[in-house]
């Protein structure tokens, strides 16, 4: 199953993307984490398989959200660099998305590690310029942690940084995790592109990454990935306003005043 985890557009307090995630529902294990399970899928030889049915699966989402007449919701879904590398990927993810591409609110992007693109990896490299092509937009997923050559930052095509968690999770506190923060922040706008901070916890975190220019946040902070059906709510899509203020209990941005710009995304 996709559970699906909010981005907060800074800037705005609004929620305009999602990232789906992978959960594996077992019936003797419970939900387990794709650290769990994808070794398993790939070594059973059914990543590809379940690469096309996230793919499929997050457009139809995307486009049952769109039918709502709701807001617009990009959701992001994460490639690997085997899938990214496979003959007919951008033949095959045209096809899932299909009318979503030329839409310029909806839509689905991508997000890929680092070391998908760096290194022997031209084909990768037409291959992300076909999907921007058709609209959809590229992320590097957990930014900082590979070895990017910056060089060759500046010539890919890019839309986002996703900067790592762990960079986030010693924010405001760590003088070297500052500099970085800030300094990825800074590089991704002289190239054009924006950032994403990833698992932002809490509230000293969110201030330093609005004060640098930070683009989007995602985290625990804002809202744990959510199955289909809770996101909804979250987003006022579906159910009643007292069905709302479950989906966000327990939730520190959402339930406090001093978070006013998490809290507007939720209403
Ligand atoms: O590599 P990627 O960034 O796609 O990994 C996302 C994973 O991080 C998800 O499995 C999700 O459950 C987890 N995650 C999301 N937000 C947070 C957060 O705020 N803190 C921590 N520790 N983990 C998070
Ligand atoms: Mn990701």
């Not at 994460?78 to 899938?83: D, G, I, R």
């Not at 030329?102 to 031209?122: Q, R």
């Not at 992320?139 to 940084?161: K, Q, V, Y």
Request: hydrophobic share 40%.
């Amino acid at each position: 199953m996709l559970h699906y985890q909010p981005k907060v557009t800074l800037r705005t307090g609004k929620i305009a993307s999602v990232e789906a995630l992978l959960r594996w529902n077992d019936a003797e294990n419970g939900l387990m984490q794709p650290t769990t399970f994808l070794p398993i899928l790939e070594s059973a030889g059914l990543m590809a398989a379940v690469g096309a049915w996230v793919l499929r699966q997050a457009a139809a989402d995307c486009r049952h959200w769109r039918s709502l007449g709701s807001s617009p919701i990009r959701v992001a879904v994460n490639v690997s660099p085997p899938e990214l590398r496979r003959r007919n990927f951008v033949r095959e993810i045209l096809q899932s998305i299909g009318d979503l591409a030329g839409d310029s609110g909806w839509g689905v992007d991508i997000e890929i590690t680092e070391g998908a693109l760096f290194g022997d990896s031209s084909s990768c490299v037409h291959a992300l310029r076909l999907l921007r092509a058709a609209g959809m937009r590229v992320a590097i997923d957990d930014f900082g942690t590979g070895f990017s050559s910056l060089g060759r930052l500046s010539e890919l095509p890019i839309d986002t940084l996703k900067i790592d968690r762990m960079f986030t999770s010693r924010l405001p506190g760590d003088r070297k995790s500052c500099t970085l923060v800030t300094t990825i922040i800074g590089l991704a706008h002289a190239f054009d592109m924006t950032t994403v901070a990833e698992g932002v916890e809490n509230q000293a975190q969110l201030d330093y990454l609005i004060r640098e220019g930070c683009d989007e946040s995602q985290g625990y902070l804002h809202s744990r990935p959510l199955p289909r059906g809770e996101l909804e709510r979250l987003l006022g899509f579906s159910g009643s306003a007292a069905a709302l203020g479950g989906a966000l209990h327990g939730n520190a941005a959402f339930a406090s005043e001093a978070a006013p710009r998490a809290r507007r995304s939720a209403v």
